[in-house]
């Protein structure tokens, strides 16, 4: 009797499984998300008109955070000589897909004999350099953090810029939620393309961290990287004014807010008369 072998499972695509991984905004009762913005220099008012007048934000690598615990994770590869012959064998032709066959041939060579000379020291560099050319915005689902407020807002002094979340595939829609450990992950630097991976890398935090109720957006190097990232004017949806917002900043702030293409709802943050809590209030402006 012949015995019948089992149907192949198709094989998922990348966005398949990236669904299957993360969590998204909307997927997770979160409808609103929200970055926390300081005006303590001219540099940052110009980066908040610049959202309110372009519609874009800014996607920084990992290395400018200021937590030098981010993305750090420990590092592996693959003992496989065969793994690490296809590791590098895929590299080349994706960094040198328009040159020869010998001359990939050659930089085959090289990368395997450095490789070989400093392990350790090259999976370091890969490492950075795929830190250097990826993209990041932060986001917080929630907008009252006394912490926050003191730590990203110049002591009360910035604003909280509120986002959407229900447009699909639009960029906050994309957000994906931060994970909080107390150990490092553990991530396999030749891995590092796959979802599985580089969500251990991007997406895990500090345990002390977890107040932050943090969501990232995120671009690979295939994806863009770092960069200005437009939006649809319709995704910023409100701002919130800090308790100890400066005239100037917040006159700036009801102007652009005045001009702006879309309904934005504004509100006041201010200090609780007997808790240690913010009341967000809102305030209305005629166009």
Not at 11 to 36: A, G, H, W
Not at 109 to 115: I, N, Q, T, Y
Not at 220 to 241: C, H, Q, S, W
């Amino acid at each position: 009797m012949v015995k019948e072998s089992k149907p192949k499972a198709p094989i998922k695509t990348r966005e398949e499984r990236i669904l299957e991984q993360y969590k998204f905004p909307c997927n997770s009762d979160v409808p609103k998300l929200y970055k926390y913005r300081s005006m303590a220099t001219e540099q940052e008012i110009l980066r908040i008109e610049e959202i309110f007048r372009d519609r874009k934000i800014y996607l920084s690598s990992p290395i400018q955070l200021n937590d030098p615990f981010e993305c750090r994770p420990y590092l592996t590869w693959y003992r496989s000589s065969r793994k690490i012959q296809d590791y590098f064998l895929g590299e080349v032709q994706k960094r040198f897909r328009d040159a020869n066959r010998e001359t990939r041939r050659q930089e085959l060579k090289k990368a395997k004999d450095r490789f070989k000379s400093n392990a350790e020291d090259f999976i370091k560099n890969a490492y950075i350099d795929f830190l250097r050319t990826t993209g990041l915005y932060c986001l917080s689902q929630i907008n009252d953090d006394l912490l926050m407020w003191s730590h990203y807002c110049n002591g009360h002094r910035g604003v909280v810029l509120e986002y959407d979340t229900n447009k699909e595939y639009s960029l906050f829609w994309e957000a994906l939620d931060v994970q909080y450990n107390e150990e490092y992950p553990v991530v396999n630097i030749m891995e590092i393309g796959e979802p599985e991976e580089y969500r251990k890398l991007l997406l895990t935090k500090f345990i002390q961290w977890e107040y932050e109720k943090e969501w990232r957006i995120i671009r690979t190097p295939g994806e863009g990287g770092p960069g200005k990232y437009r939006f649809d004017a319709e995704l910023l949806t409100g701002v919130i004014m800090g308790a100890s917002i400066e005239p100037e900043n917040r006159e700036n702030i009801l102007s652009w807010v005045k001009n702006y293409p879309t309904e934005i709802a504004i509100y006041q943050a201010k200090l609780d008369e007997t808790e240690y809590r913010l009341n967000i209030e809102p305030i209305k402006i005629i166009k």
